[in-house]
């Protein structure tokens, strides 16, 4: 799962003047769940269990690489 921040998909929605339908991080934080955010645009991802997520698009790489090493593991 990887996804934008809100911070980070704002400002893409006021420079097209549009509004995106859904935004995961709140959904999220209705469901309960919590989203960690660092930075902006860069690589970050958590692994917690069985789940490995990704802030945003930059973080594909790193997360492939985690759900590789947690594959080799099992």
């Known amino acids: 799962?990887?996804?934008?921040?809100?911070?980070?998909?704002w400002?893409?929605?006021?420079?097209?003047?549009?509004?995106?339908?859904?935004?995961?991080?709140?959904a999220l934080q209705i469901a309960g769940g919590k989203m960690r955010v660092d930075g902006m645009y860069g690589s970050h991802i958590v692994h917690d269990r069985e789940l490995?997520?990704?802030?945003?698009?930059?973080?594909?790489?790193?997360?492939a690489k985690e759900l590789?090493?947690?594959?080799q593991v099992e």
């Open 68 to 71: 590789d090493k947690s594959l």
């Open 11 to 26: 400002p893409g929605e006021v420079a097209k003047g549009t509004e995106m339908p859904f935004h995961v991080e709140q």
């Open 1 to 9: 799962m990887t996804v934008l921040s809100d911070a980070e998909e």
């Open 52 to 63: 490995i997520t990704g802030q945003n698009p930059a973080s594909d790489l790193e997360l």
